[in-house]
């Protein structure tokens, strides 16, 4: 007998024994109408009592929301088997001693009864549970799905399918009852299975799709409105610049290096490429990119004249240079040059006694007769130096010589080292020469010691004839004949004055240089071309080597940097040239192809009905070859302008590009999460679950 506690009309509780909550009842009426004491009350109907059926005056059992879901996860967990699991276990632990010894199929039906009231009572949360118990078993069971690892759709249809047929074909086998009834639901639960295993991947597919598209149109729409263009061809660029690595910092260093005349199309070769395609389509784009690059060429022809200007002077050529050194500065040279002469020489001192040894024992008399003439070519007979030479070549002063006479001294070694000047086996100076020129450069060092003024005279004054010499050295630096170490040589020692005519002899070969180039027949901009032709001479890491030993690492890299800049204007100019004649005999051929084709009369005249067929619908539809090319040639023409934009808008627009590429990819990269998360024949089974669920309410 059981023991039942049941609240009366009156709000009391009773307990009651019974065989069954209907005995159970029986008793409690029994027990009222004993009560000879009680009140009388209205006739008792149970309507206040939780779980009262009035049809069958029996109490059912109540099953809480979340004891329902507990009962859906199970049966969705065990296929189905579970009450069949639990009853077994019921009846063995019931067969232990103390239990109550009921049979199998008493127990399994009491399980039945209460799955059945929990689904009855909380159908919303049975089914929740049911669904979260179909994913527990999924994901319990990953990878034993079929074609579980498929990577087409195709093959992911057919494996969700395949899992679906299988997985609720299992349940409903487990939730029927005999053999012929487990059947009939296991073949139900089946082609449910199968349906909605099948489609699963579809509609994951879809909403992967979706979610791109609707993320791809917000973002496109932003950058473009940053950019000023249109989505299609922002996000074609950049595929493009994404393709030779140049949509992030590559492409911005590329088009720093343009300055302030920087466009997208310096960003990379790809760039180009497409720009080259674009103005050979035609259009108003590809007139307007000509035109862009153009005016950008004639600026950057102007900035390589001014570079050159600025960090060499402007060009006076070679003798005119020359001749304005003797002629300038014959007035600053004499008055430098009295003051040095009219200083005494301390031979007492020790540099005095050093530089008294060197006339003495090493200046050869060649040199001392060159001296000579040359003082007496300018009139100073009366301050020849004093000297007579023995029979075995030796040298011997009567006097020893002033600050002029150590001048011409100078002068006259520099005579006798010119005159081995490219005598030597390879075309350079002799030894015999460079021990002269040694020698000069030694005794001039010397003297500045000894006289400061002598010193002022070389460096305000700068002898013109080293000066000249300077200009005429520079005048070949750039040759190829011209080493190094020949530069680093001359430049030891020299002044101020003297480099700058070196800079002077450089800038006014280069200009000879720039006003021999000729135009071409297919490009008669001379002014570019002679641009073209001072950045090729002075774009060798030979020449940037000697530029820079004689002007200085600050002021030739000022020049350098210059060069570079605007050489990327020519290496643009240069990839979209006019030279592509077949791209335009083709495309003239094409449109007048187009042009005379047959209409749609005309076509079926020929007797081609299908042709015919297809251009009436394509001008219904309005995608016509006309005007698809007509808007194809708008995209490009779109391009064109976009990538010849000014620096500004073009800095703007690759950064629209590139950050519309990073969120791009972003999106792809979620869509490919929601694509593998979805498309899995894993999740099947939950859909089944679902399905049959709703099928059963």
């Known amino acids: ?48 009592i939780p779980g009262y059926n009035p049809e069958t005056g029996m109490v ?6 979340l004891n329902s879901a507990a009962a859906g996860a199970a049966d969705a967990t065990t ?96 939730s029927g009852e005999g053999i012929g009834d487990r059947l009939k639901q296991a073949g139900i639960e089946g082609r449910i299975g199968a349906a909605v295993g099948g489609a699963f991947p579809l509609v994951a597919a879809g909403a992967s799709k979706a979610y791109g598209m609707i993320k791809d149109a917000l973002v496109g729409r932003q950058a473009a409105q940053q950019a000023g263009t249109s989505p299609e061809v922002l996000r074609m660029l950049g ?154 070549g030796t040298v011997v002063f009567e006097r020893l010589p002033d600050v002029r006479q150590i001048d011409y001294i100078t002068r006259g070694l520099n005579e006798v080292a010119d005159q081995a000047d490219g005598a030597g086996k390879l075309g350079g100076t002799t030894a015999v020469g460079r021990a002269y020129s040694n020698l000069s450069r030694e005794i001039r060092d010397t003297l500045k010691g000894l006289v400061p003024e002598y010193g002022k ?10 000066r000249s010499k300077a200009v005429e050295f520079g005048g070949k630096l750039l040759s190829s004949s011209v080493t190094r170490d020949q530069v680093d040589d001359f430049a030891k020692g020299i002044t101020g004055p003297e480099r700058e005519a070196v800079a002077q002899g450089v800038r006014s070969r280069l200009d000879d240089l720039m006003a021999n180039v000729t135009r071409t027949i297919q490009d008669g901009d001379t002014g570019a071309r002679e641009a073209v032709k001072a950045i090729k001479d002075l774009s060798s890491r030979a020449n940037r080597e000697k530029l820079t030993v004689v002007l200085g690492k600050t002021r030739a890299e000022a020049l350098f940097n210059e060069i570079d800049r605007a050489a990327t204007s020519f290496d643009l100019r240069a990839s979209v040239a006019e030279n592509s004649k077949t791209y335009a005999r083709l495309a003239t051929d094409k449109k007048i192809g187009e042009m005379t084709a047959p209409g749609t009369v005309a076509t079926l ?93």
Request: hydrophobic share 40%; glycine share 12%.
């Open 1 to 48: 007998m059981a023991t039942f506690q049941i609240t009366g009309p009156d709000g009391k509780k009773y307990r009651v024994t019974g065989e069954n909550p209907a005995g159970a009842m029986q008793a409690l009426k029994k027990m009222m109408d004993a009560d000879a004491n009680a009140p009388k009350h209205p006739a008792f109907d149970g309507s206040n």
């Open 60 to 65: 059912e059992r109540q099953v809480g929301m």
């Open 79 to 174: 296929f189905g088997f579970g009450d069949e699991l639990a009853a077994g276990a019921g009846y063995l632990l019931d067969k232990l001693p103390g239990g109550g010894g009921k049979d199998y199929s008493q127990i399994l039906s009491e399980i039945r009864g209460n799955q059945q009231a929990a689904q009855e009572q909380n159908p919303t949360s049975y089914m929740v549970g049911q669904v979260g118990g179909a994913v527990a078993q999924a994901l319990a069971s990953r990878g034993a799905g079929i074609l579980f690892n498929a990577t087409t759709l195709g093959g992911r249809v057919l494996g969700g399918a395949a899992t679906g047929a299988i997985y609720g074909g299992l349940h409903g086998l487990g």
């Open 239 to 392: 595929n493009v610049m994404d393709a030779d690595g140049t949509r992030g910092p590559v492409g911005a260093a590329n088009m720093a290096k343009a300055g302030q005349d920087a466009m997208l199309a310096d960003a990379g070769p790809n760039a180009r490429s497409i720009l080259d395609t674009a103005i050979q389509r035609g259009g108003p784009g590809g007139v307007q990119a000509r035109q862009a690059i153009a005016d950008r060429t004639a600026r950057a022809a102007g900035s390589v004249t001014d570079a050159l200007d600025n960090s060499l002077g402007q060009p006076e050529g070679l003798m005119s240079a020359r001749n304005a050194i003797r002629a300038g500065s014959s007035g600053a040279r004499a008055s430098a040059y009295d003051d040095a002469y009219n200083a005494a020489i301390d031979y007492a001192a020790p540099d005095g006694r050093a530089l008294e040894n060197i006339i003495k024992t090493r200046v050869p008399s060649k040199a001392i007769a060159a001296a000579n003439e040359l003082m007496r070519t300018e009139g100073l007979s009366s301050k020849q130096i004093l000297a007579k030479v023995a029979d075995d």
């Open 457 to 466: 005279a070389l460096e305000t004054a700068a002898d013109p004839i080293r």
């Open 605 to 697: 005249a020929q007797g081609k009905p299908l042709n015919a067929a297809q251009r009436i619908a394509q001008a219904l539809t309005g995608q016509t070859p006309e005007k698809v090319v007509a808007k194809q040639d708008a995209i490009y023409s779109e391009l064109a302008k976009v990538l010849t934009r000014d620096a500004a808008s073009s800095r703007a627009t690759f950064q629209a590009i590139d950050k519309m590429g990073t969120r791009d990819q972003a999106t792809k990269l979620m869509a490919d999460r929601i694509a593998r998360s979805l498309l899995g024949p894993q999740f099947a089974y939950p859909g089944t679950a679902l399905a049959n669920n709703m099928r059963q309410r």
